[in-house]
């Protein structure tokens, strides 16, 4: 089975501290995504990677910035969390039958 | 900005009944559709795939796809309390995006 695993379950922060959310796969799946889900407005895809130290921007990247420097691990970074970022966070991979495959998320505070 | 569109619900529907859930979408280059279950506070689980027109069983569970009216669907038979969820349709376009829609509330009463 496909194992993702994000660093938090809960997150509080304040208002302009820099944040970090990691994930993790276990797969050796090349692409991997951050997404965040607000109700009403579904998940939102924030950036994505396909490949070590690639990345693309997805529909929201403004406020947020990512790392990849190893295949399994994805951090999505918040240079200076503000109130409208507080959303739950959800990263994923991606098989290559395209199933994506979602880490436990990261319900994100931002104070 | 690609649509895909759901309605939120709540779809409320007795137990041992069958459950439809519709989802439509805006682009014609769509070339995989998906379906997934979120439980409460949850992440997003794959229910099931569809790539081509027609019908997809597993289980329970009847994907139907018609590109022509850019229109997929899920049909949940012998409902459970179990299947009372948010049921998320998304969509893949040029391989490597995905979008969603924003899901519609199903209860399924005992």
């Known amino acids: 089975d496909v194992k993702v695993t994000q660093s938090s379950r809960y997150l509080v922060k304040r208002t302009g501290e820099k944040v970090f959310l990691e994930c993790v796969q276990d797969?050796?799946?090349?692409?991997m995504f951050w997404y965040r889900q607000d109700p009403g407005l579904g998940l939102r895809l924030i950036y994505f990677?396909?490949?070590?130290?690639?990345?693309e921007k997805g529909d929201i990247p403004e406020g947020y910035s990512v790392s990849r420097e190893k295949k399994e691990r994805f951090s999505l970074i918040l240079e200076s969390a503000s109130t409208n970022q507080t959303s739950m966070y959800l990263c994923?991979?991606?098989?290559?039958?395209?199933?994506?495959?979602f880490g436990p998320g990261t319900r994100l505070t931002v104070t | 900005q690609k649509e895909v569109e759901q309605n939120s619900g709540p779809l409320s529907v007795p137990e041992g009944a069958i459950a439809s859930l519709n989802c439509t979408y805006s682009?014609?280059?769509?070339?995989?559709f998906f379906w997934y279950r979120q439980y409460s506070g949850k992440s997003p689980e794959l229910i099931m795939s569809?790539?081509?027109?027609g019908d997809k069983e597993d289980g329970r569970f009847t994907a139907q796809l018609n590109k022509a009216s850019q229109y997929v669907s899920l049909l949940i038979r012998d409902s459970q309390p179990s299947d009372s969820a948010t049921y998320l349709c998304a969509v893949l376009y040029n391989f490597n995006k995905f979008y969603f829609g924003s899901g519609t509330k199903l209860n399924v009463k005992p």
């Open positions: 994923a991979t991606i098989s290559t039958g395209f199933e994506q495959y």
């Open positions: 682009d014609r280059v769509s070339q995989s």
């Open positions: 569809i790539y081509s027109n």
């Open positions: 797969m050796d799946h090349e692409n």
């Open positions: 990677s396909y490949d070590v130290k690639m990345k």
